[in-house]
């Protein structure tokens, strides 16, 4: 072979051996693209597999049993048991007994002479607090027909309200059935029983229903003047959570105070829902709610976000993804915490200034340390639309961005740190989601939201519920009390 024909032979493998080289580099740089790919699935599949209760928004009840349940709360100090002080709920005798029986010997119990006639000089009370036997009280109203002597006319007497037909349950029924079903959740069926068992009632299911609905179109007038209220309120605790109606996904939504309830169920999750609710588009106070974007577009109220929901996600940054800085920055909320409520307790209005600076500086400066430990990720080529960041990342920007919202109950002690209150109101539909499973129809899930707001509203008021009730079958519903 000549020496042109070798130069030739070696051109044509460096051409082929570049063009193997290429594809090489081609399919390396496609497997480590996909091997990142990956990776963030498997650090995302992780962190789901990694969260429950105490370092997400995740209920309690997704932790299962194998899991040990952590909670944010910490030791307080104290004692397990009633603390010094405590009044307790000991048994006490009654003053006014309804019933005395009295236990007189009839013999002496030494010479066995007889003490019929014997002086009581000590009566040693005991007593047996019970219930009487229950039965149905019934009452017959009678309407007299009298004749006029002078006119010889007949006159009618009027039949009170509650005896509106031949024959009816009273208000006090309708009112223990209604509390069953709307308060303590009991369904329809165990209802039956349990009137069938205690008085001996035999109870139809329509009649329950329509009990429900009549105390719901009582009601009416009285859940206006709770949301004309709220609108008025300084703050508002908002919430949100899905609940099943009529089959499909909706959601109930709570606005309330620590006096005040509102529930309302819609379809929709966002501000179509608060907009036809019609609370947030006249309220002008500070909305406290957990930074579902649909609050933030309302602009005439001041917003205050709930830093439980920061702690867990702190949690979850601090112990899986093991940065200080976020263990650094929850102490720090729980500090914050910790300083408003001792000067709640003592009278102020807002911390001192020197105070709440130190705390602004430290809380930068954490946020800081964290942003840069947690760059944003390079922009591929090509690329639009928002870029997918980190969990920590995407919290720490919140943080950052929101700092007026995460921090205003430092400037105004009147402000809460958390949501609880929102969270507690809206517990009731998550029981009666996991007893009942869902809202057979839209009347019954809007009688259900009505009732219970306003019944959740006279427990906040120090009101007797079963008498509250009472009322609402009158036809006169007690007023709210609106500070």
């Not at 649909?294 to 709930?306: E, F, G, K, M, V």
């Not at 090509?382 to 995460?406: C, K, M, T």
């Not at 019944?455 to 519920?465: I, N, V």
Request: proline share 6%; net charge positive.
């Amino acid at each position: 072979m000549t020496p042109e024909e070798c130069i030739a032979d070696l051109e044509v493998e460096n051409r082929r051996l570049r063009a193997d080289n290429s594809a090489l580099v081609a399919d390396n740089a496609s497997l480590r693209e996909q091997m990142a790919r990956l990776l963030e699935r498997v650090t995302t599949l992780e962190g789901r597999l990694a969260k429950d209760s105490h370092n997400s928004s995740k209920p309690p009840s997704s932790d299962g049993l194998r899991r040990k349940t952590k909670s944010l709360r910490q030791r307080s100090g104290k004692k397990p048991g009633g603390q010094l002080g405590h009044r307790g709920e000991t048994l006490r005798l009654q003053a006014t007994p309804d019933v005395v029986v009295e236990h007189r010997p009839t013999h002496c119990a030494h010479c066995q002479a007889s003490l019929t006639d014997a002086p009581v000089f000590v009566r040693e009370r005991r007593q047996v607090l019970d219930l009487p036997p229950m039965r149905l009280q019934v009452t017959e109203h009678q309407a007299l027909h009298l004749r006029c002597p002078q006119c010889q006319q007949v006159s009618v007497g009027a039949f009170p309200p509650e005896a509106a037909s031949r024959a009816q349950y009273g208000l006090h029924l309708r009112a223990v059935a209604v509390y069953l079903l709307e308060e303590q959740l009991v369904p329809l069926g165990r209802v039956q029983a349990l009137l069938f068992d205690l008085f001996g009632v035999q109870m139809g299911r329509g009649t329950l229903v329509a009990w429900v609905h009549q105390a719901a179109a009582v009601l009416a007038p009285v859940e206006e003047q709770i949301k004309a209220a709220l609108r008025q309120a300084p703050v508002l605790h908002l919430d949100e959570t899905g609940v099943r109606r009529g089959g499909h996904l909706a959601w109930a939504h709570v606005a309330s105070t620590a006096q005040l309830t509102h529930f309302a169920i819609h379809h929709h999750r966002g501000s179509a829902a608060t907009d036809a609710i019609g609370i947030l588009p006249s309220f002008h106070g500070v909305g406290v709610h957990d930074g579902w974007a649909s609050y933030q577009t309302y602009s005439d109220c001041r917003h205050a976000l709930c830093n439980v929901h920061h702690l867990r996600e702190l949690t979850f940054v601090a112990e899986e993804e093991k940065q200080p800085w976020a263990k650094d920055l929850k102490e720090l909320l729980r500090e914050m915490k910790a300083a408003t409520d001792k000067a709640r307790a003592a009278g102020a209005v807002q911390l001192p200034s020197t105070q709440r600076d130190r705390f602004v500086a430290r809380y930068e400066e954490l946020l800081a340390t964290g942003l840069a430990a947690n760059p944003p990720p390079p922009r591929p080529v090509h690329h639009r639309g928002r870029q997918r960041q980190s969990p920590a990342r995407n919290l720490l920007e919140r943080l950052w961005l929101g700092q007026d919202a995460v921090l205003a109950f430092l400037d105004d002690l009147s402000i809460p740190f958390d949501n609880n209150q929102a969270e507690r109101d809206l517990r009731s539909f998550k029981v009666q989601q996991k007893i009942s499973g869902c809202f057979r129809s839209d009347p019954g899930a809007v009688a259900y939201a009505r009732i219970r707001g306003y019944l959740a509203t006279m427990r906040k008021q120090g009101r007797a519920l079963l008498a509250a009730l009472e009322t609402v079958f009158a036809g006169q519903p007690l007023a709210p009390e609106f500070a």
